[in-house]
């Protein structure tokens, strides 16, 4: 077998495996060419190893595997017999691994067959519009939360990185959904307790622990989730939304500033112009337009929030 593996690579252009790396040396777009070959090789092979690993087909992948590492060695070790057996077993391999991995090659073709040819090669959908999705699954988990009067505190980590922090939680990288925030935060589960990290499309991480604000000019009746909140919006540029448990309130922590009581369309602004906006940009025209609606919003609920604390 490893005869035929030294026979394959001097053939495996036509000629000497030397003299074709003469001919790269002398003629640079075969070796241009040689690297799209191998990246496409690389890159299918990889998309292959994805596929399968989910699969029941990962550990008969293994045992193909060692399989030929054994055919290898056998002939190395000259075990004759052993290596007439195994490499008339390969002989078939071919078709043993069609109908091995029938499932798994009948979901890739049909992958290439339809429209979410894309998604096959990596190309997800446009970032923006995935992450404007993302901000509607938050806002949806925080209001369901806030009807149930169920406390949690979200944080939407964005340019300064917040390691540290994540690290204090329990790391989930997992994909953004309303029924796993609402089910996160749900009393007397392990992970109620704390914060969810969000970033890069995803909850990476849940039961945080956030520095609280020590400043004395915040409201004593704020309790310990809004503190850290504001705590961790002060310490990066981080957005950290807040429901309270004893009135399912939602507030905003942004820049240090609590904006309190916000509704679900405020809410949906306030983070659609923060994160999105801010990171992806939009037409000249409607940021300004929104830029504009959401600054005299924010303004408007700051205010309201003065006249409670002065009628109090």
């Given at each position: 077998?490893?005869?035929?593996?030294?026979?394959?690579?001097?053939?495996?252009?036509?000629?000497?495996f030397?003299?074709?790396?003469?001919?790269l040396?002398?003629?640079?777009?075969?070796?241009?060419?040689?690297?799209?070959?191998?990246?496409?090789?690389?890159?299918?092979?990889?998309?292959?190893?994805?596929?399968?690993?989910?699969?029941?087909?990962?550990?008969?992948?293994?045992?193909?595997?060692?399989?030929?590492?054994?055919?290898?060695?056998?002939?190395?070790?000259q075990?004759n017999?052993?290596?007439?057996?195994?490499?008339?077993?390969?002989?078939?391999?071919?078709?043993?691994?069609?109908?091995?991995?029938?499932?798994?090659?009948?979901?890739?073709?049909?992958?290439?067959?339809?429209?979410k040819?894309?998604?096959?090669?990596?190309?997800?959908?446009?970032?923006?519009?995935?992450?404007?999705?993302?901000?509607?699954?938050?806002?949806?988990?925080?209001?369901?939360?806030?009807?149930?009067?169920t406390?949690?505190?979200?944080?939407?980590?964005?340019?300064?990185?917040?390691?540290?922090?994540?690290?204090t939680g329990?790391?989930?990288?997992?994909?953004?959904?309303?029924?796993?925030?609402?089910?996160?935060?749900?009393?007397?589960?392990p992970?109620?307790?704390?914060?969810?990290?969000i970033?890069?499309?995803?909850?990476?991480a849940?039961?945080?622990?956030?520095?609280?604000?020590?400043?004395?000019?915040?409201?004593?009746e704020?309790?310990?989730?809004?503190?850290?909140?504001?705590?961790?919006?002060?310490?990066?540029?981080?957005?950290?939304?807040?429901?309270?448990?004893?009135?399912?309130?939602?507030?905003?922590?942004?820049?240090?500033?609590?904006?309190?009581?916000?509704?679900?369309?405020?809410?949906?602004?306030?983070?659609?112009?923060?994160?999105?906006?801010?990171?992806f940009?939009?037409?000249?025209?409607?940021?300004?337009?929104?830029k504009?609606?959401?600054?005299?919003?924010?303004?408007?609920?700051?205010?309201?929030?003065?006249?409670?604390?002065?009628?109090?």
């Amino acid at each position: 077998m490893i005869d035929n593996f030294n026979l394959g690579i001097k053939n495996l252009y036509g000629q000497d495996f030397l003299e074709y790396l003469q001919s790269l040396h002398q003629n640079p777009i075969k070796l241009i060419t040689l690297i799209i070959d191998i990246t496409i090789v690389i890159f299918l092979l990889v998309k292959f190893i994805k596929i399968v690993k989910d699969s029941r087909a990962w550990q008969l992948l293994k045992g193909i595997a060692l399989l030929i590492i054994v055919t290898a060695l056998s002939s190395i070790l000259q075990l004759n017999i052993l290596n007439y057996i195994l490499t008339s077993f390969m002989t078939y391999g071919v078709l043993v691994l069609i109908v091995i991995f029938q499932p798994e090659l009948r979901r890739a073709l049909e992958q290439l067959g339809t429209n979410k040819i894309s998604r096959f090669f990596g190309f997800e959908k446009d970032l923006a519009t995935k992450t404007k999705e993302d901000i509607y699954k938050v806002v949806i988990a925080t209001t369901e939360l806030a009807r149930n009067k169920t406390g949690a505190l979200i944080v939407i980590e964005r340019d300064i990185q917040i390691k540290d922090i994540i690290s204090t939680g329990i790391i989930m990288n997992s994909d953004i959904s309303p029924q796993l925030l609402v089910n996160i935060f749900t009393p007397n589960t392990p992970l109620h307790d704390g914060a969810v990290v969000i970033n890069n499309n995803k909850v990476i991480a849940a039961a945080c622990m956030l520095p609280l604000a020590g400043d004395q000019d915040i409201s004593k009746e704020l309790g310990t989730r809004h503190r850290a909140a504001i705590g961790i919006s002060k310490e990066s540029d981080s957005i950290a939304v807040v429901v309270s448990e004893e009135t399912g309130k939602i507030s905003i922590a942004k820049d240090g500033t609590l904006i309190a009581d916000v509704k679900e369309d405020a809410l949906k602004k306030i983070l659609i112009t923060n994160v999105i906006t801010k990171r992806f940009g939009e037409n000249k025209d409607n940021k300004i337009n929104i830029k504009k609606k959401i600054t005299s919003l924010e303004e408007k609920l700051v205010k309201k929030k003065i006249k409670k604390e002065e009628k109090k």
